[in-house]
């Protein structure tokens, strides 16, 4: 069965990721496993998001353009199945292009302003002072992103809910103007876990931070990087009694421990002391090295096959084209606007 004939109905998907690295564990556990399992019973599409990558990478559109490659060989290799899942290419959608122009009209500067996510990342990206207009305004994109797939469901980590919040806004107030339901507003669906911080203890691990284990990370780097994990400072004697709140590592056993009763076990443990850091640390990575080899592999394979990767992402760009010019057709039929 390929996605193209598979049931029709199913309620729809609808996520993406900015094109500007490879993902890393952050995005496993906030986004990519629900993904995966989710692709069973939704119709579900996959945006590289390029042209939002551009916002504020606009002076390096060559790591933007290279990095589309990069991310589609993590989908494939973390399990997304091009038979049941579409992977698109969101600068070759002309629509969602003309629909934000539309949705533009429909959100005020001051609310763009307040986007809490938004203004996180101007701070880390020091744009202070010269804030590029597309760069404030992707939310508003995202939105479009999100409904012009007609998407009700959209799996994500939880610093992104202030856009599916700012994309219902926008779509009431489009329903409203129009007299009637023509866009779905859409739920976010955010793992339970909470965020997972970065390799250095910082809030969240992220490329731009340099404290993120990207997917493809070797064996090596992956040794590395659990090596450098923050623990607790107070903790020097193994024989002391430690802190488990705030430790990364404990952090990454609760996201990763597939045997919860295990993980507790050293919590308790490390709390009574007598457990050294380095033994905790070779069990986390243990864990990572069983979740990240097989996915190394995979990826490398298809690596070997970019013909076969550009076939799907040909295909999924193809019906998402499809399903988005739609959406515009029935957005500028909503409101009305002049025909020929
Ligand atoms: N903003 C998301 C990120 O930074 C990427 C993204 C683009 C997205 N369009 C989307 C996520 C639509 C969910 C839905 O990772």
Redesign the pocket.
């Known amino acids: 069965m390929s996605a193209e004939n598979s049931q029709e109905n199913r309620p729809v998907i ?5 094109t500007t690295g490879p993902l890393h564990l952050g995005h496993y556990v906030g986004s990519l496993k629900n993904r995966v399992a989710l692709q069973e019973t939704h119709e579900q599409f996959l ?1 590289l ?1 390029d042209a ?1 990558a551009l916002t504020d990478n606009a002076h390096d559109p060559e790591k933007v353009r290279r990095n589309v490659m990069e991310v589609a060989l993590d989908y494939l290799a973390v399990g997304i199945d091009p038979q049941k899942s579409f992977i698109c290419v ?1 600068s070759l959608l002309p629509a969602l292009a003309e629909l934000t122009m539309l949705y533009l009209n429909f959100v005020t500067v001051a609310r763009l302003e307040r986007n809490p996510t938004v203004k996180d990342e101007i701070r880390l990206r020091g744009f202070e002072r010269d804030i590029p207009a597309g760069f404030l305004c ?1 939310p508003v ?2 939105a479009v ?2 409904t012009a797939f007609r998407a009700t469901l ?1 799996p ?1 980590g939880e610093d ?1 809910a202030p ?1 599916i919040e700012q994309s219902n806004e926008v779509v009431r107030r489009i329903n409203r103007q129009a007299g009637r339901d023509v866009l779905p507003e859409a739920r976010a669906l955010i793992p339970n876990v909470g965020r997972l911080p970065g390799v250095d203890g910082k809030a969240k691990m992220s490329k731009s931070q340099g404290n993120a284990i990207a997917l493809s990370a070797s064996a090596d780097e992956i040794s590395q990087a659990v090596r450098m994990m923050y623990t607790d400072p107070n903790h020097l004697r193994a024989s002391d009694p430690g802190t488990v709140e705030g430790n990364v590592v404990f952090s990454y056993l609760d996201a990763f421990g597939t045997d919860r009763a295990a993980v507790e076990e050293l919590k308790a443990h490390y709390r009574r002391g007598g457990l050294g850091d380095m033994k905790v640390k070779r069990r986390l990575e243990d864990i990572l090295q069983a979740l990240l080899g097989p996915i190394r592999e995979r990826r490398a394979a298809l690596a070997q096959d970019p013909g076969y990767v550009l076939s799907v992402l040909r295909d999924g760009t193809r019906k998402a084209r499809e399903r988005t010019q739609q959406t515009f057709e029935d957005v500028r039929e909503a409101l009305g606007l002049f025909r020929l």
């Open positions: 609808l996520t993406g990721d900015r945006l998001a939002q969101q992707y994109a995202q992103d999100i959209v994500v992104q856009m």
